[in-house]
């Protein structure tokens, strides 16, 4: 089964290295990512695994950027499983492989059961059940996506809700290990290292040596103690 990332984003060069840090980390063989960039600060580059596409001009909302995602993941992989990325938040080494081992026979898409909230105003971070979108960590079969139209993106910020209803004529599987980390609350978010544009020119901003923040080192470390 083919698992494939799509993660917008959009002047954010410090979390964007952590994701693809987090992605590199993944113990799931058959993975791809996409990064889609409409702030023109990068140059155009990859890896054997993964795309980071750049473009001068705005899309139209971020409804937009995941279609567009959505639809080049069908074009150049056929038949996979599409797995929904968001550059600030945090995945752990197991997330594609919990994620693949939700899409058992006749499942159409998958949203998790637990999730990890990383809260700036208190120390560490929190177990919480998934009981709102967390859209950060969801997946389709692309045949399902593909049926129900894929993301609306006239409705501009709504779009999680749209899609959602859309979802719900298929069928759902929650999975069943924590791999995904929410940051919530985070008010240093506009202003903090991890949030600020690189020094120098940022076309020639490289990810081939993306690495981790602080936090999202520890909690990795965490994972593989308690393994």
């Given amino acids: 089964m083919k698992l494939v990332g799509i993660c917008p ?5 410090n979390y964007l290295s952590n994701l693809l840090w987090c992605f590199q980390q993944q113990d799931y063989a058959d993975k791809h990512l996409l990064i889609l960039d409409d702030a023109g600060q990068y140059y ?9 596409h750049t473009e001068r001009e705005r899309y139209q909302n971020l409804a937009q950027k995941y279609s567009v995602l959505c639809n080049v993941a069908m074009q150049a992989f056929g038949h996979c499983i599409i797995v929904v990325m968001e550059d600030d938040d945090i995945y752990l080494p197991n997330h ?3 994620t693949a081992a939700a899409f058992t026979p006749g499942v159409d898409y ?3 059961n637990v999730v990890g909230a990383v809260n700036y105003l208190e120390p560490g971070y929190s177990i919480n059940t998934a009981t709102t979108n967390y859209h950060g960590a969801w997946a389709y079969d692309s045949k399902f996506y593909k049926k129900i139209g894929g993301y609306t993106y006239e ?3 709504m779009h999680d809700n749209v899609i959602r209803d859309k979802m719900r004529h298929g069928r759902l599987q929650r999975t069943t ?3 995904y980390v929410y940051r919530c609350h985070d008010d240093h978010y506009q202003g903090s290292k991890l949030n600020q544009v ?3 020119d940022p076309t020639f901003i490289g990810f081939l040596n993306a690495k981790p923040d602080e936090l999202t080192e520890r909690m990795v470390s965490e994972w593989n103690r308690q393994k």
């Fill in 198 to 200: 690189m020094t120098g």
């Fill in 44 to 52: 155009y580059q990859g890896d054997k695994d993964w795309v980071l």
């Fill in 177 to 179: 290990e924590l791999s």
């Fill in 96 to 98: 594609f492989s919990n």
């Fill in 110 to 112: 998958v949203m998790p």
């Fill in 155 to 157: 409705h501009g910020a």
């Fill in 9 to 13: 984003t959009y002047q954010r060069p």
